[in-house]
């Protein structure tokens, strides 16, 4: 099992930034595969960004040019950066491990954009 824990969302006004942490803590589980993924009320859950082993990232449209994903292999942790949020962006934002067959998540961390 692996066990992943979520930081740094909160309360940002419009055009401002954020950096989501999620660490992934248990078993020596091979991650092939970390994701961020956001639910706003009334909706399903979507797909913001991944990175796959090979490096390779891919982005919803409404956040390319905003949103970074990255990580750091030595500490099994990926990272979100949002850079000129909106208040589209408003919602519960988690994070998706998956090794070959299993796949975990976070509990998700809340993040508003609002004046």
């Known amino acids: 099992q692996v066990q992943l824990v979520e930081s740094g969302g909160g309360l940002v006004q419009p055009g401002g930034s954020l950096r989501l942490s999620c660490g992934g803590s248990?078993?020596?589980?091979?991650?092939?595969?970390m994701g961020w993924y956001r639910q706003a009320p009334g909706k399903q859950r979507e797909l913001v960004a991944s990175?796959?082993?090979?490096?390779?990232?891919n982005y919803a449209d409404s956040v390319k040019g905003r949103f970074t994903i990255s990580r750091d292999n030595g500490k099994n942790t990926v990272y979100l950066q949002m850079n000129s949020l909106k208040p589209d962006d408003t919602a519960i934002y988690y994070c998706?491990?998956?090794?070959?067959?299993?796949?975990?998540w976070g509990q998700g961390t809340q993040v508003t954009v609002s004046s």
């Open positions: 998706n491990f998956r090794g070959v067959v299993d796949s975990y």
């Open positions: 248990g078993s020596s589980v091979r991650i092939i595969y």
């Open positions: 990175l796959i082993s090979g490096g390779s990232t």
